[in-house]
């Protein structure tokens, strides 16, 4: 009985935090938009010559957990987790995933100890629930990348005849993001808002490689920077480009195609012995029962999940074509 006492009182322990934190941040953003609607009503001109507070600088979204995001800050792993939350476009901060990814750890692992009696399945649970968010996170920014990917062509189509009618590259980039929707819209505005507030094209043009890193927009980049020191024909450049982008997006989608054989074939390995284990502990519970309470039995699992989990990422090797 002192396993499930001390996974009660971890999980009221991280919920009742939870909850106050909640609670301190609702409140805070009720004083800070109050505060904020104040500064409004009051705001003074701004003299000639510039204020402490008067800056460009890009500031970090408010946290409902400063503390965590301070320590955070300098960390390695906070920083990978802030470009997988950039380049997902969520609303959230390092400090608050990680959180919620304790906070759901201790929920789903005390809930599968509650209902299995077994402590390998509540630690699997839990590390399951721990990695989820980030893995939410992850399929986000991939869906997002696909997004990007598809609606790319049409940018350079659209910056092709802003040049064409006679505008600078500046305010094609502009018109790029007023016109198409996310994620390439907001990603070109981000390019566009930096270097109108000073910095070069070209460092704004290589954070956006490096926040979407695709190899389009890797060749988007190096065309737009050979021209600008070499000068040429950016129209015709972009078209081209815009070309080559499509016919590889369409041969992408044919390979998909050919090898949705494979993948689905790997899907099925990997949810067949669990979903067999499932109903075969229906049928006769007291026979599965002996896989999760005998030695030999949790060491059958601890290596089927193993071999499952390295099957599952073979086949994905195997079916994976670069294009």
Aim: a positive charge; hydrophobic letters at 50%; charged letters at 20%.
């Amino acid at each position: 009985m002192l396993l499930p006492l001390i996974v009660f009182v971890i999980v009221t322990v991280i919920i009742a935090a939870a909850f106050m934190a909640a609670s301190s941040y609702m409140a805070d953003r009720a004083d800070r938009r109050i505060g904020e609607r104040l500064r409004e009503v009051g705001q003074p001109v701004l003299a000639d010559f510039p204020t402490e507070t008067a800056t460009v600088v890009r500031k970090a979204a408010d946290s409902p957990l400063p503390v965590i995001d301070k320590l955070l800050h300098g960390s390695g792993l906070g920083g990978r987790l802030g470009a997988l939350i950039e380049q997902a476009g969520a609303s959230t901060t390092p400090a608050a995933v990680i959180v919620f990814s304790l906070v759901l750890a201790a929920a789903l692992g005390g809930v599968a100890f509650m209902l299995a009696k077994v402590a390998l399945v509540a630690l699997a649970t839990a590390i399951i629930g721990l990695v989820l968010p980030v893995g939410y996170l992850a399929q986000r920014r991939g869906a997002r990348r696909r997004r990007f990917e598809e609606q790319f062509p049409e940018a350079l189509d659209l910056l092709s005849r802003a040049l064409r009618a006679g505008h600078a590259f500046q305010s094609a980039l502009g018109m790029v993001a007023d016109e198409l929707p996310d994620p390439v819209g907001p990603e070109f505005k981000k390019v566009f808002e930096q270097q109108n507030f000073g910095l070069p094209l070209t460092d704004a043009l290589n954070e956006l490689a490096a926040r979407t890193r695709l190899l389009d927009v890797r060749f988007f980049v190096t065309a737009v920077t050979i021209q600008r020191e070499t000068g040429g024909n950016l129209s015709e450049i972009l078209d081209n480009l815009a070309e080559v982008v499509r016919e590889r997006f369409k041969l992408l989608r044919q390979v998909r195609v050919h090898t949705a054989h494979g993948r689905f074939t790997g899907y099925v390995l990997l949810a067949l012995p669990a979903c067999l284990g499932m109903a075969l502990y229906f049928i006769n519970a007291d026979h599965m029962n002996t896989l999760f309470n005998h030695p030999v039995g949790r060491t059958m699992l601890v290596g089927a999940g193993v071999m499952q989990t390295v099957g599952y990422f073979w086949i994905r090797q195997v079916i994976k074509i670069e294009v």
